[in-house]
């Protein structure tokens, strides 16, 4: 089993920073986002479980990550399909601005895209802190509902007290 690297201890050119990044859901209304703040020394492997804690998911399913054109994934879709490991490359390496835009990608199956911007870049001096989420709004799908579609089909069931199709999605009708 590979050994996860100390994000802390992780070095290369350029200054420290917090990056903070705000995390939308695409596709669904109204929106599900959250704002976290990340040290630029942390990979996008790390970026990943970030995301998952904010959101809320419990990390059942392969993810990637869209950057100008390059896919970045998980280690078992980057062996089988030829991309780039996202724990290969560091924050700082990919992220450069803000206002930055990029794509996350999370449940092939369902298809959860999410619209990553770099809201700001602050620099800091000594140990980073540890990633943490700002802020949001709504609660996040939960996991298996079937993506966006199935999803808003989910809330329209949840507002109606005789809909029959609630356990459909393993909740009580």
């Known amino acids: 089993m590979r050994k996860k690297a100390n994000p802390a201890t992780r070095s290369g050119p350029g200054t420290l920073e917090i990056l903070q990044l705000k995390v939308t859901?695409?596709?669904?209304q109204p929106a599900v986002w959250r704002r976290i703040a990340v040290a630029n020394n942390l990979?996008?492997?790390d970026l990943h479980h970030?995301?998952?804690r904010a959101m809320g998911?419990?990390?059942?399913?392969?993810?990637?990550?869209?950057?100008?054109?390059?896919?970045?994934?998980?280690?078992?879709r980057a062996e089988f399909h030829g991309v780039l490991r996202d724990?290969?490359?560091?924050?700082h390496q990919v992220i450069k601005r803000p206002g930055q835009r990029f794509t996350y990608e999370y449940d092939f199956g369902d298809g959860w895209m999410?619209?990553?911007?770099?809201?700001?870049?602050?620099?800091?001096?000594?140990?980073?802190?540890?990633p943490r989420c700002l802020?949001?709004?709504?609660?996040?799908?939960?996991?298996?509902?079937g993506g966006p579609y199935g999803y808003q089909n989910l809330l329209a069931a949840r507002s109606d007290p005789n809909d029959r199709n609630l356990e459909r999605w393993g909740e009580p009708a």
């Open 25 to 28: 859901l695409k596709h669904v």
């Open 43 to 45: 990979t996008l492997g």
């Open 50 to 52: 970030v995301i998952q």
């Open 57 to 76: 998911w419990n990390n059942d399913h392969m993810h990637a990550f869209y950057i100008c054109g390059v896919e970045y994934a998980g280690h078992e």
């Open 87 to 91: 724990f290969d490359f560091l924050l």
């Open 114 to 130: 999410h619209e990553i911007r770099v809201e700001k870049m602050v620099p800091v001096a000594g140990a980073p802190p540890a």
């Open 135 to 145: 802020a949001g709004a709504r609660a996040c799908p939960p996991e298996d509902c």
